[in-house]
């Protein structure tokens, strides 16, 4: 590898300054090369000597990744016999880093990214979750205004070269061999399976990066793919993705392009999350919901299919589909050895047939629940408060969309209006106007609304002052989304309808907005999901007769869980995350809550070890058959980090347990057991 010369130097102010650059205008995009990681890269970690960093440091130095130090605020020093120093600066001065890794909680996270883009570190990697939305919106608002750092994160498992052995995050090491496949993810637990799934099949990876599982990623598919492209190690690429956003779409915009251009493109295969999604759910990951004009996840699908790329519905088939798609592009000779011995598996089948999407516009934001996402009527005084005409529809005028959410391409807010007068789509010609977060809507924007929404010469002029309150409201009380249907109205614009979702995160990680918090009303929630919150657990109700009950630790793995059991004939009664820390009484209360649904006949468990050990899942089963008195059977695949381990506990336990490796063969058994109940 050859390590990029990347200037340093130049200064911001505090406040979002301007930053430092050539005589030639460079923006962020000049960035992407600081994603070339290797055994060159200098690494330090914010928050050293906390207790995650140093475990995780111990680990990645062992691997041998090449850490030259760290900050922690108000302390020099030294930790694991290197130096600790007070700020990112001094660090940059005396370490001189090509890298920081930052192991700090989410309330602190924005303070410490921002001190290291300020000292200018090339490659910043946040890899806490709950950062607040309007924090990481500010962080993009300053990363726009410069060239010399690159954001990973937030919400990701961090970035990972095997070839290099370097690390800067918390993947589990294990999984990895040094080899020739890239992987770029926004699911943590759905990268580490195709990471296994890779090195099982002998093919090993080259760089894996982790988009994250955000609102709004520092980086993203195309930047990885761009990065992928140049890289002699890499001569194969995986894609996961799920719904939320439009960055699958882009990258299919991207590989078309590139197909063309190249004489031998390297082969692409994907795996995409949530095509049995609950509409309107935010499903574990904080980014995978839809917004106003954002693509289902069959309509992401069918646009990488459509550029060239080879889809498969489990991570567990990518290191079949990668060898075979190298061998039949004649990339087979070079990388990591090709052999397969220790493939446990023959070829799986690629993909099985799925509907077509429907239109890329989504209707379903009616029903979208967040935790704070508030009643319609609480949404109604929040606008009479300040002062706007709201009231209920009265059945006159015709509805009009007119909402502020997040623009995850700019990585901005923005306006999204729709002229639309069919109450049915009320999002079909969505149009997103983005705006900068720390500047506001312009005059110019303004006027583009109002003509995009079909407004008459009377009621335009009433246009400003709604938008610009609803900015104000959204900056203020950290809201995710602000969607309200209007009417024309003597000369005026009257709000008729509201459905607004604020941040939970704010209130979570900061205790900021305490106001909007209050405004939660947990009768309105079901008692199972509420209880399951309360112990740190993602669980979804899912509509229809679905009679498996499925426990899965990460966002990723339990979106595409349940839409791979529906590929094999089943029908999944619920998604439950038990998180990435997951402990066995995490696992036994999950047991708790699944039990509930009567519908259930039979639970289905799939874990990929990372940060949740094997040993530890098993344990929490064995648990919840002994404190529970389980009468249902359970079927249990354990995959990953002490998967060995975890597996001889489930065969050794002498209960009622249907072990596997396979997810094809754990699938079919729980499929058949819940059809025989």
Not at 420 to 434: C, I, M, V, Y
Not at 505 to 519: E, G, N, P, V
Not at 629 to 644: A, C, F, K, Y
Request: proline residues 4%; charged residues 25%.
């Amino acid at each position: 590898m050859i390590r990029q010369h990347l200037m340093r130097g130049g200064r911001v102010t505090k406040k979002h300054g301007s930053f430092s650059t050539s005589s030639r205008h460079l923006s962020y995009e000049d960035t992407i090369s600081n994603l070339k990681i290797g055994e060159h890269t200098r690494v330090i970690f914010q928050g050293f000597t906390g207790k995650q960093a140093t475990a995780n440091a111990k680990e990645s130095i062992a691997w041998g990744t090449n850490i030259v130090g760290g900050v922690t605020p108000k302390k020099n020093g030294e930790h694991l016999g290197l130096p600790v120093l007070p700020s990112v600066r001094e660090a940059m001065e005396k370490l001189k880093p090509d890298a920081t890794g930052i192991y700090v909680a989410a309330h602190q996270a924005p303070a410490a990214i921002e001190e290291a883009i300020e000292a200018e570190v090339p490659l910043i990697v946040a890899v806490a979750e709950h950062i607040p939305i309007h924090d990481i919106m500010r962080i993009h608002s300053m990363l726009k205004t410069q060239s010399k750092s690159r954001f990973v994160g937030a919400n990701a498992p961090g970035i990972i070269s095997a070839i290099g052995k370097c690390r800067i995050g918390f993947q589990p090491l294990p999984c990895f061999m040094p080899g020739r496949v890239g992987i770029v993810a926004k699911s943590g637990t759905l990268s580490y399976e195709a990471v296994a799934s890779t090195t099982r099949a002998g093919l090993g990876q080259s760089l894996c990066i982790g988009m994250g599982g955000d609102v709004l990623a520092g980086t993203n598919f195309v930047d990885a793919l761009k990065v992928f492209e140049h890289d002699d190690d890499t001569e194969g690429i995986i894609l996961i993705g799920e719904i939320g956003g439009e960055a699958e779409l882009k990258a299919a915009e991207w590989i078309k392009e590139y197909r063309k251009r190249s004489s031998n493109p390297k082969p692409i295969s994907a795996v995409i999350g949530g095509i049995h999604a609950a509409p309107g759910r935010v499903m574990g990951h904080a980014g995978a919901f839809t917004l106003p004009g954002e693509p289902d996840a069959l309509t992401k699908i069918k646009y990488l299919e459509d550029a060239g790329v080879t889809i498969v519905n489990h991570p567990e088939k990518l290191g079949d589909a990668m060898k075979k798609l190298l061998g039949n592009s004649g990339r087979a000779s070079s990388g990591a050895a090709t052999s397969g011995a220790s493939q446990r598996r023959g070829m799986h089948t690629m993909r099985r047939a799925r509907p077509i999407p429907g239109s890329v516009l989504r209707s379903d934001l009616a029903s979208q629940k967040r935790n704070l996402y508030i009643r319609e009527e609480l949404a109604q005084d929040l606008l009479r408060e300040r002062g706007f005409n709201a009231s209920k529809y009265s059945g006159k005028g015709t509805k009009r969309m007119l909402a502020v959410g997040v623009d995850r391409a700019n990585m901005s807010p923005c306006i999204i209006a729709s002229p639309a007068t069919n109450p049915e789509e009320p999002h079909a010609g969505a149009k997103k106007f983005p705006f900068e977060y720390q500047k506001g809507v312009d005059a110019s924007q303004i006027q583009q609304i109002a003509d995009h929404l079909q407004l008459s010469e009377s009621s335009k002029d009433a246009l400003p002052k709604l938008v610009n309150g609803l900015v104000k409201l959204f900056m203020e009380k950290e809201a995710f989304l602000l969607e309200t249907m209007l009417v024309e109205r003597l000369g005026d614009l009257k709000i008729v309808g509201a459905n607004f979702g604020f941040d939970d995160a704010a209130f979570r990680s900061t205790k900021r907005q305490a106001d909007i918090h209050a405004l939660r009303r947990i009768e309105d929630e079901d008692a199972q999901e509420v209880e399951a919150e309360n112990d740190g657990i993602v669980y979804i109700k899912l509509a229809g007769d679905g009679n498996i009950g499925t426990l899965v630790n990460g966002a990723g793995l339990a979106m595409n869980t349940v839409d791979a059991l529906a590929d094999a004939g089943g029908k999944a009664a619920n998604f439950l995350d038990t998180g990435g820390k997951a402990t066995s009484e995490t696992v036994k209360k999950s047991f708790q809550v699944i039990l509930q649904d009567p519908r259930v006949k039979v639970i289905f468990v799939n874990i990929f070890g990372g940060l949740t050990l094997g040993d530890m899942i098993a344990n929490g089963i064995l648990l919840a058959f002994n404190e529970l008195e389980m009468r249902l059977p359970v079927v249990v695949r354990i995959r990953g980090t002490n998967e060995e381990e975890g597996q001889k506990i489930i065969s050794e336990s002498g209960l009622p347990l249907h072990a596997y490796d396979d997810f094809e063969e754990a699938a079919a058994k729980a499929i058949e057991l819940a059809n025989n109940a």
